[in-house]
Every structure is written in structure tokens, then in C-alpha cells.
């Protein structure tokens, strides 16, 4: 089963257990014939998380992350072929946790064990898991397309309305002809309309593409229900018959440049808001602090961002940046601590279980911008209150 984001929330809504939770991501289709097949990084990967689990665990808690490891090593054997491009999985017999999720490449090959799942390449993956739909549109025909950069198909309905030919005598009877022609193809344009409303009814999408000419696409634009017009990020020209993967290509293309002036709008707000001491912070220690408070709207951070750091086993708490831990205990609840060399996907894991928008800068013109500022800052939900 492919995973959605009501999946990912779902997975984000559980709280830290008191048994083991192994969180495996697998790429299991080779991008080039000299990759070693998927059973091999499932081993690897196993037997490192055997060897080095780098959490604390009591007998008994050991015993059942061991029986896990059995467990996901027995799926593999029998199932992995079952999925394309990748795999995560998450585990803990113990605490009743057992999720497989079919994911894209962009995850990558990871293994953890902690006390709840960890979410961070799924959050970082997730404009390639969020679905789009397209809509190739003419005067007489439709065709409609529904996935991810993963998982893109046709949607079985193929739609057409017959809409008069052209009329190329002169006169009024060529304009009054010419009328009614507009007239069946504004009909043909609500029936789309409609059949793509309720498709989005049936199965949500985040983004709505068109494909067709200039003319007829601001003609079709204008029947979508609101719903469907708040998702709308643009078009490309297209003839009808082209391929699902021609398709594909030209919508993804326009989904990116979306996101990127998306990306674009959310910086120059967030610089704005900070630089007034305002609504907006900058800065990793500000940013931990603004999450821990679930103070947090919108994160946005260069994709490249790194920096160690610690967070509570127990509460899932990143500790203070600024000042680094005297003991091995949380300031907050006094949980135990885990190290890690990158604290960064802690910290965005943890904004996106608050439901803010997280937003990765991958352009490099964006991400200079945000590095005097530290490469990350946070659009705030309420007005810190001034010191003093």
C-alpha cells in the first residue's frame, strides 16, 4: 500500500512507548544495474541495528526489539518483491505497532530504533508522496490523470463530448453557430469539472494541473469548484495523445515551479517577520525554542542544514542549543537523552507532528539567503511577548 499523508499523520500522532519501535526505510528498486539487490541492504541494515541499536534497552525491552529484528528479516524473504521503488516499515510487536508502507526512492535506506516512529525521511520525502492530479482538457475531450512522482495512472474513465464542428460560412448564421459551438464545449467544460470534484471527493489530491491550449484551459479554470481552485498551480500545453509519461513529466515540472515560488513567498515573509522581531524567528536555538513552545506555523530550512544535538527518549523534547546538557537527563522532563550528529530532522519531525508546514530550501538562491540567518527560521502562530 502506498503511503499518504493521513498515513504519515497517523504514524506522527503516536506517542513515545515503553517498547521498542524499529523504523526501517529500504529502497528496494535498483537505479543502476550495479546496485546491490534490496535483500543485501536489508541485511546490512538489520545486522548494523543489531550491533549498535545506540539507545539504552532492559532485558526484556532487548528481547523484543531482537524478536523485531526476526520479524522484519521473515517480511523481507517473503514479501519484499511485493513493492517498487521503496519501503518503510515500522515495528514493535510488543507496543501492537506493525505499518508497511510502499514510499518513494527519496526516503533512502535508514534504520532506527527509538520509542515511536521515526518520521523525518517521510516528511522530508513528502512533496514526491503528496498525489496531483491532471486534466488534459479540449472543446470535445478529456483525460484524466491521478498519482505521484511515484505512482501515476490514468483514470480509467476516458471522457468525451461530441461539440459541433466548425462552420466556416460567413454572415450571421456562421456567429450564430459559432454560439452555440461555445455553448457545448462551456457544458463539456462543467461535466469535467464536475467528474474531477468528485474524484477529489473520492481520492483528495493536493495539486491540480491542466493540460491544453492557452484559450481553452482559462475557459476551463474558470467551471472548477472552489475546492479545486485553491489547488489549481497551473498548465502546459500538451496534445491529447501524448503519453502518461510525457504527462507526468510536463505536471511534475509544473508542481516544482509552484513550490519553489511557494518556497520563495514563505522566505521573504519569514525574513520580513524576523528581521521586526515580529512573527517570525531565525536561527537554530530560536527555532528549537519556538518548536517546544508549539509555537510554530511554518519551518523553513536550507536543505543542507546540519548540526549535533540531543532529544529526550521519553518526551521526544530536542534539548536547549544554546547551552548543551550537563547530565544525561531531559531539562524538561528528565527523561534520558539520545546524541545524534544531526539534530536538524528531530527538529523538523518534530514542527511537522505540530501540523506546521515544513519547507525545504534546495535552490541555491534561496538557501543564500537564509545562511546569514543561520539556514533555518520559523514563521510563528502567535506573537512572542517582549522581556523585560
Not at 40 to 68: T, Y
Not at 323 to 346: F, M, S, T, W
Request: include cysteine.
Amino acid at each position: 500500500m502506498a503511503i499518504t499523508r493521513t498515513d504519515i499523520e497517523a504514524l506522527a500522532s503516536i506517542q513515545p512507548q515503553p517498547w521498542p519501535v524499529i523504523s526501517l526505510y529500504v529502497q528496494i528498486a535498483q537505479e543502476h544495474v550495479t546496485d546491490d539487490h534490496y535483500s543485501i541492504r536489508v541485511k546490512n541494515l538489520l545486522k548494523q541495528l543489531s550491533e549498535q541499536p545506540g539507545i539504552a534497552l532492559s532485558h526484556e525491552q532487548d528481547a523484543a526489539f531482537r524478536e523485531d529484528l526476526e520479524r522484519i528479516r521473515l517480511f523481507f524473504r517473503d514479501h519484499g518483491d511485493d513493492y517498487g521503488d521503496a519501503v518503510a516499515l515500522f515495528c514493535s510487536s510488543r507496543a501492537g505497532i506493525w505499518h508497511v508502507y510502499g514510499v518513494p526512492r527519496a526516503v533512502g535506506n535508514h534504520a532506527v530504533v527509538d520509542f515511536r516512529p521515526m518520521i523525518a525521511p517521510l516528511v522530508h520525502a513528502l512533496d514526491h508522496i503528496e498525489p496531483f492530479c491532471v486534466c488534459l482538457i479540449a472543446r470535445d475531450r478529456a483525460r484524466i490523470f491521478l498519482g505521484n512522482v511515484s505512482e501515476f495512472r490514468e483514470v480509467a474513465v476516458r471522457l468525451d463530448q461530441q461539440v459541433p464542428g466548425q462552420h466556416d460560412q460567413g454572415g450571421w448564421a456562421q456567429a450564430r453557430f459559432q454560439r452555440h459551438i461555445d455553448e457545448h464545449a462551456r457544458q463539456h467544460f462543467k461535466t469535467i469539472a464536475n467528474v474531477l470534484f468528485e474524484l477529489f471527493n473520492q481520492e483528495p489530491f493536493r495539486f491540480l494541473v491542466a493540460g491544453g491550449t492557452d484559450e481553452v484551459v482559462a475557459a476551463f479554470v474558470e467551471t472548477l469548484h472552489p475546492y479545486l481552485s485553491e489547488r489549481y498551480v497551473g498548465h502546459f500545453n500538451c496534445e491529447l495523445d501524448a503519453s502518461v509519461k510525457e504527462i507526468k513529466e510536463a505536471a511534475w515540472g509544473v508542481v516544482q515551479d509552484w513550490l519553489q515560488r511557494d518556497k520563495a513567498r514563505n522566505l521573504d515573509l519569514l525574513l520580513e517577520e524576523a528581521l521586526s522581531q515580529d512573527m517570525g524567528v531565525v536561527g537554530l536555538p530560536a527555532v528549537a525554542d519556538a518548536i517546544q513552545m508549539g509555537n510554530v506555523l511554518t519551518l523553513v530550512l536550507d536543505d543542507r542544514l546540519s548540526a549535533p544535538g540531543a532529544y529526550c527518549l521519553a518526551c521526544g523534547a530536542v534539548q536547549p542549543l544554546d547551552q548543551p546538557p550537563e547530565d544525561e537527563h531531559c531539562v524538561y522532563c528528565q527523561g534520558a537523552l539520545r546524541k545524534v550528529a544531526n539534530i536538524v530532522p528531530v527538529l523538523y519531525a518534530n514542527a511537522y507532528r505540530q501540523s506546521a508546514s515544513v519547507l525545504f530550501l534546495t535552490e541555491r538562491e534561496l538557501q543564500m539567503r537564509l545562511e546569514p540567518h543561520g539556514g533555518i527560521g520559523a514563521l510563528l502562530r502567535y506573537r512572542l511577548e517582549a522581556e523585560g
